[in-house]
């Protein structure tokens, strides 16, 4: 199978899962509007009528006729949660290119969530009372704007905002493993629990903030709807006192607002449950001819660069199988091929391993040449060595050239400056004539003059540590992996019986002793960096710990292992500390 078949093949799977998660969110939407009205239709003396009645409105065929523009936009909303999934995860160097690539989908998505939040919020309406069931009423005699309507419509729309701008807006949708293996339904469960729970507190803000806004501007709001609309205006809500005092219009709106983040909440973790459940990788294909051709193996699950998801569950299924001792999965790793006897599955299995990792640690080292407290550090001058210079005075004077660089203290004696000359082969200094210095200075100024243009250097500018940030938030490949192999080579001393990881340990144990080195010389910055520190730690602490299982369990081997140096002393200091 190809790659892009097996890309094809993986998104198949996924589109699969992401369809049964629609199902799931569209079926969520009558058991949140069920306990919606078991809360606004209590009855404390008549507990049978109000349950029936209750179940009886939401099986009736007004439910199901109104509730299919809400169903509609839970739809929409899935599927763009879905491309969301099974997208590319493409670097954007400046905010320019980010803003191209992924605001129409930012925009698209904010709109998603405000339909939800305005077609929830009408279809509640419609079971409360008449004041609040239509954006006109009655009022003596003549149609007037209802403001209680406003007001409800109006925090549906800013609870399905406030949800976007707090889970969606900067950060990407990731899947997250649990850590602790259940079952589908004892997690639907659970979920279901914590969201209703967690929503009634995280809806205290949206619901005040919304109401002292709606003091200030909603007489303004009902006073240009009821021009446009051609009605009375309605002075049931004037002012801060009006709202403050009406205790059931208040409720209600914290009642909407809970169930709209709870729903939001829920179909983005169905999602979740969803696409983390196991991916039927096999490690080799079966040559025979009833074999199924779709079957995807763990090599071209890792290889799928262009899905994150993809990638993300198939090291996920790698590192599971790797756990797994005596497993039938683990061992065809190590079998040979028949015709051959060729360990090709393990060839493929390394080769794309090693591929990964060392691709990966190349571009944090790039990406780390562009941190300016990394490249100081690497790049201050050392001082010129003479007879009369000491090792120690040296190394003092090292230190206190990078204690200034870190602080910003200039020295007292600013440092001869070289003429800049050309000097060619022929030994003759050329010297820039003045149109070349004319030229050069015009060209400094001018980039001087943009860079003071408000916006221009933050539009068009790459922060600083962008592509390092963004390795590490995308580094959960590399982490399960990572373990996965440093497991498979720890068992590979009882359970390989050709000897086929034998000659892959010492490129397995440079590899992963290299990214450590590297992830060691960030640790002394990443604390200055606009990144979370979790993705870092997680990814530190799963390199140290693969190399410390591969390195103890041929600890007595290292001297065969690795030549002679800096590196076999490390890992031997690495086993000695643990």
Known sequence: MSASSSSNACKLLLLGRCLRAVLLSVGIQFLLLTVFLLFVNFQLLHPFAWVTGTLRLVASWYTWFASIPLVASVVLYGVVLCQQHLSERRYCPTRYRWLLHYGPRKVLFLFAHLLVGLLTAWLYTGYLHTDYQHLKYKCYGQDCISAYNVYLLGIGMTAGCYYFVSVHMRQDISIEFPIVEQSRAEKMRELLYASLAKSLVSSLLPTISYTAVFCLFGPMVCHRLSHILSVDMDERLGGFFGVATNVRLLFYGYLLTAQILSNMHLMRCFYGILLSEDFPLVVTKPRAAFA??????????????????????AAHHFYKMALRKNSPQRAEIFQLTEPGNRPASWRSLCDQCLSILGSFTEELIESMQKISMLKGAQSLPMPKITESLTTSLMAEKVLLQQYNQKHGIRPIVSPSREVAVDRPADGIPHFPNWCERVSTQLEQSL????????????LFNEPEGAKTTFLLANSLPVVYMTQALAQVCAASLKEDPYGVVQNDLPAIIKAINKLRNELDKLSSVIGNMRTSSSSFNVL????????????????????????PGEELRQLQDLVCQE
């Open 292 to 313: 199924h051709e779709q079957e995807i193996t763990l090599v071209a699950g890792l290889g799928v660069f262009n899905v994150y998801a993809v990638q993300c569950l």
């Open 447 to 458: 980039q001087r003059l943009i860079q003071r243009v408000p916006g221009i250097v933050y």
């Open 540 to 563: 530190r602490c799963a390199v140290r710990r693969s190399l410390y299982a591969i390195c103890f369990r041929f600890s007595d081997y290292l001297d065969d292992l690795l030549p």
